[in-house]
């Protein structure tokens, strides 16, 4: 199996770790799309990190359909670690929504600016 | 008690007769003739007439300028002030624009939240509340005084009234509240409308029990229902109201076109069995919008004629 | 504390147009306890400006400094050295704080970056209730602990009023009827006879009524 190789995966204890600040920071350094992948709700090691994730995922959202950057380049899937077809599956799916929104708006301002 | 006022209302209740009251909304304008042709529908039928001061918060001619129109056609008005919408040197100021037209008789009222009407982004004052604003207007009557100590030339003569809710929560005090108006100076309480009757004799025994039936006149509040709609509507949406089941499946129960009369009907029947009721001492009969029907309740419960007053 | 709770985004972003240099200046007391403008708020927002700005083609310096509070003078003077580097300063801090920033520092435009709502307490997190309204004259002793200027919606003194329903306000299911609650202390306190007792009317020259007001301590004074 492979994943798309435009991601690059970032690893945390659990995904309650994942800050808003971390999602937005990546976009601002020109990130096309963050992706959060955490356990099955109701599964959490830590008990409740991947609802606090969603929670901030969904904040982050918001933020950057203000800005419009477009909330819909961060997302949230859930999956245990045994799945890995899963996970190839949602990384398909986000690159292949990403690619379909295009290059993180910021790049594209940058170009034309210079 | 004898009366302390020139009150047509004091005099009658002091005589020992059970008074009648109603009441009348002013117009959302500026035409007198509204509310002189309300007053005329009923007011041979009525020994004073209330004129709510906007009511559910919904902006309307002023309760003063509409009790001086009644006023000056030779009826009895009683002046309906809220707490929410003055502040004290206000209430002062309109209680004495009433007395300069001989107007005796005021119902402090704290006054539905502005969030109800047309002025929800408004402010609203309270600086005193309704229990306050009758210990002022008693103390401008009694001691002839304004609040901030000067005398007042040629003092208000009010006969003092409030509202009283035997339904509201918490129940466990509402006899208590009572006696609290009574300390606060009220002379007379008009209760909110009443389909309860258990619940409203439960009170009354409380009420009887302290004696506090001897301080206060209290006359019995009724608002006949003109559909099974406006029941459910009352029971439902109004705050502060107890409408039984059995009540508004009687009324559901009844055939559209006879709702309005059945409702007629259950008041005058509410009406006879609060006569029986130990500290009735009168009624206050509540026919919003729907004042022709004033006369027909009032006769029908052998209320009719209202005693002379001199 | 002070409650306030966080500007829209794009109102800020509508404010600060033109601007090429901006402070976000956070406050760690009460706006980080009500989340409104802590170091976390500051990082959002200004995260949040710079994605603005850059994705409008422009470079805008978006900095983040959160004090310990905005209401000393002492903490103030710790961006004295840079406040003048900015064009403004979006303060997170409540309405006290904008205020305390733009008379120290006259010739910057400190904007507000949140609305301040009122004085409250934290009922859970993410929950957050009015308890006070600062009249000048606590009543608390009487009324059980239950502050009837700040939780009745009519601040009545002898309440309740005819509106009181199972124990909420007439005005939502979701308010607590604060005279409700005012008999059921006094009941638990063994004194519900006192409510019978008429609260005498209030002077509100104390209060906001009054003009505003300031409290002096001369003894403490230098």
Redesign the interface.
């Known amino acids: 199996m492979q994943y798309p190789p435009s991601i690059n995966i970032v690893r945390v204890p659990c995904t309650g770790k994942v800050d808003v600040l971390h999602i937005l920071r990546a976009f601002e350094k020109g990130a096309d799309g963050v992706c959060v992948i955490g356990c099955l709700e109701g599964e959490c090691h830590f008990n409740k990190g991947n609802i606090m994730a969603r929670r901030r995922v969904v904040q982050a959202q918001s933020v950057l359909d203000t800005v419009g950057i477009g909330g819909q380049r961060a997302q949230m899937f859930n999956l245990s670690s045994s799945e890995a077809p899963q996970f190839v599956k949602y990384a398909q799916e986000i690159t292949a929504k990403i690619k379909e929104m295009g290059p993180n708006p910021i790049k594209l301002a940058k170009s034309r600016a210079a | 008690m004898s009366p302390k006022t020139p009150s047509k209302l004091e005099k009658i209740l002091s005589e020992g007769h059970l008074a009648v009251t109603s009441e009348c909304g002013p117009p959302r304008g500026s035409d007198p003739q509204h509310i002189i042709d309300k007053g005329n529908l009923i007011k041979d039928y009525v020994d004073a007439i209330n004129i709510t001061d906007n009511q559910t918060s919904m902006t309307r001619m002023c309760s003063l300028a509409a009790c001086i129109r009644l006023k000056l056609q030779g009826l009895e008005p009683v002046l309906q002030m809220v707490?929410?919408d003055r502040n004290?040197i206000a209430m002062q100021s309109d209680i004495l624009g009433a007395a300069s037209f001989d107007i005796h008789n005021i119902l402090c009222l704290?006054?539905?939240?502005q969030?109800?009407g047309d002025c929800a982004q408004g402010q609203?004052v309270?600086?005193?509340?309704?229990?306050?604003l009758a210990?002022?207007a008693r103390r401008m009557r009694d001691e002839g005084k304004f609040?901030g100590g000067d005398d007042i030339q040629r003092p208000p003569q009010m006969f003092i009234g409030a509202?009283a809710?035997p339904f509201?929560?918490?129940f466990?005090?509402r006899v208590?509240r009572l006696?609290?108006k009574v300390?606060?100076g009220v002379e007379f309480v008009q209760t909110?409308c009443i389909y309860n009757l258990d619940k409203f004799e439960q009170w009354m025994t409380g009420v009887v029990e302290r004696g506090l039936h001897e301080k206060v006149y209290i006359l019995a509040g009724l608002t006949p229902f003109k559909s099974a709609g406006m029941a459910r509507y009352m029971k439902n949406r109004v705050?502060?109201m107890d409408v039984p089941d059995a009540v508004v499946k009687r009324m559901a129960d009844t055939p559209k076109d006879k709702q309005a009369q059945e409702g007629i009907q259950i008041c005058i029947e509410s009406i006879q069995r609060l006569k029986e009721v130990k500290g009735v001492a009168g009624f206050h009969i509540m026919a919003i919008e729907w004042e022709e029907k004033v006369p027909e309740i009032v006769e029908s419960a052998g209320l009719y004629p209202r005693p002379a007053a001199a | 504390m002070i409650v306030a709770e966080k500007k829209p985004i794009e109102e800020i972003i509508e404010c600060l147009k033109d601007r090429k240099s901006v402070l976000v200046l956070g406050c760690n007391e009460c706006v980080t306890v009500c989340e409104a403008g802590g170091k976390k708020e500051v990082g959002v927002l200004a995260s949040a400006l710079r994605m603005h700005s850059l994705n409008q083609g422009q470079e805008v310096r978006i900095d983040e400094v959160t004090l310990e509070r905005q209401c000393d003078h002492e903490y103030l003077e710790e961006i004295r050295d840079v406040i003048d580097q900015y064009d403004a300063v979006v303060s997170l801090a409540c309405g006290v704080g904008v205020q305390f920033m733009a008379e120290t520092y006259g010739q910057t435009e400190i904007l507000p970056g949140v609305n301040t709502c009122f004085m409250g307490a934290t009922e859970k997190r993410g929950l957050w209730t009015e308890r006070c309204q600062g009249c000048g004259q606590c009543v608390l002793a009487v009324t059980g602990g239950i502050c009837p200027v700040a939780r009745c919606a009519k601040r009545l003194f002898n309440g309740p009023c005819g509106g009181s329903t199972s124990g909420k306000c007439e005005i939502s299911k979701e308010v607590d009827c604060a005279w409700q609650l005012i008999v059921d202390r006094l009941k638990a306190l063994g004194r519900l006879d006192e409510f019978e007792n008429l609260f005498p009317i209030k002077d509100w020259s104390t209060d906001r009524a009054g003009g505003p007001r300031k409290v002096v301590r001369e003894d403490v004074q230098q």
């Open positions: 707490t929410r004290r704290s006054g539905d939240h969030s109800f609203n309270h600086d005193l509340d309704s229990m306050q210990q002022m609040i509202a809710n509201a929560d918490p466990e005090i208590a006696a609290k300390a606060a909110q705050p502060g």
